[in-house]
Nanobody, 125 residues
Framework: HIVESGGGLVQPGGSLRLSCAASGFTSDYYAVGWFRQGPGKEREEVSCISSSDDSTYYADSVKGRFTISRDNAKKTAYLQMNSLKPEDTAVYYC????????????????????WGQGTQVTVSA
């Protein structure tokens, strides 16, 4: 079970932190990915973190602005989004993959795992 939260309306240049709460498994070795689908666009990868060594992957469009992290004790992942732009407007989805050796790049590029229902992020003045 995966539940995203933290979306909302924010002005350009503002910040939001998305959360992804997962349940139904006990392992600490799981990959997490954040993906988004903007209006009229295909779903795209945003950022991912690997199963085993916490290595990360970021799409070029968000590098330097977004940061992915997780708290294994809480089975919760986060996406800190700074310097938001109108083109960041999208429904943001969290994905979880329970394979213990999934790399961050594979998680993102292949859009792996099980997904939540998404949370809307709107960046507008």
């Amino acid at each position: 079970h995966i539940v995203e939260s933290g979306g909302g309306l924010v002005q350009p240049g503002g910040s939001l932190r998305l959360s992804c709460a997962a349940s139904g498994f006990t392992s600490d070795y799981y990959a997490v990915g954040w993906f988004r689908q903007g209006p009229g666009k295909e779903r795209e990868e945003v950022s991912c973190i690997s199963s085993s060594d916490d290595s990360t992957y970021y799409a070029d469009s968000v590098k330097g602005r977004f940061t992915i992290s997780r708290d294994n004790a809480k089975k919760t992942a986060y996406l800190q989004m700074n310097s938001l732009k109108p083109e960041d407007t999208a429904v943001y989805y969290c994905g979880i993959d329970l394979h213990p050796h999934t790399t961050a790049q594979a998680m993102c590029v292949m859009q792996m795992g099980s997904w939540g229902q998404g949370t809307q992020v709107t960046v507008s003045a």
